[in-house]
């Protein structure tokens, strides 16, 4: 299973203070893919690859993006290293996600938005990644019990275009779908 081998990983990201989501979460995300078997996928927050590596381990085209140019570089080495498919955007998720949604090029839709980049912007990325997402396609935020992601959370409980589920492990997810 992909979570024994993304081990090491883990326990390098412990050791650098680099965040994941950890193996808890991973067992809940890797279900997930393969639950929702998705064609392209979009994370906000790449870190060193750990979740996108899940993401994408079904053979998923992801789309990842980025603050950090030399984490994203790490990143880039770990997908390969695991034979993931991923087009790394180094920038501002807000930013770059806005210009996704400028361009159209992303018309076909993302089968799953993973949100896990600064908590207090999940809030301005929200209906620009519903917009992304296809129809019943899923919209995942990490970290949805900490206070900055509040707003978010309550949006997402409340909006008529998606059903979202609280996911009550460590900190919390939020799963949304499109509907």
């Known amino acids: 299973m992909i979570l024994k081998k993304l081990s090491y990983l883990e326990k390098e990201s412990i050791e650098r203070r680099i965040p994941i989501i950890g193996k808890e979460k991973g067992l809940w995300l890797y279900k997930k893919v393969l639950e929702a078997k998705p064609k392209r996928?979009?994370?906000?927050?790449?870190?060193?690859?750990y979740s996108g590596i899940i993401?994408?381990?079904q053979g998923a085209e992801l789309t990842t993006i980025e603050?950090?140019?030399?984490?994203?570089?790490e990143a880039g080495k770990n997908f390969e290293r695991f034979g993931v498919k991923a087009a790394i955007i180094v920038g501002d998720g807000v930013l770059e996600v806005e210009k996704l949604v400028e361009e159209k090029k992303n018309i076909k839709g993302f089968d799953i938005v993973f949100i896990d980049f600064a908590n207090r912007k999940y809030?301005?990325?929200l209906e620009n990644c519903i917009k992304l997402a296809k129809?019943?396609?899923?919209?995942?935020?990490d970290n949805i019990h900490l206070p900055k992601c509040?707003?978010?959370?309550?949006?997402?409980?409340?909006h008529p275009k998606l059903k979202t589920e609280i996911i009550d492990?460590?900190?919390g997810l939020a799963c949304s779908v499109k509907i």
């Open 150 to 158: 509040e707003e978010y959370k309550q949006r997402v409980l409340n």
């Open 67 to 73: 603050a950090d140019k030399e984490v994203s570089e």
């Open 169 to 171: 492990i460590k900190n």
């Open 55 to 57: 993401l994408g381990s």
């Open 135 to 141: 129809k019943g396609g899923l919209i995942i935020a």
């Open 41 to 49: 996928v979009l994370e906000l927050g790449t870190a060193n690859g």
């Open 123 to 125: 809030i301005l990325v």
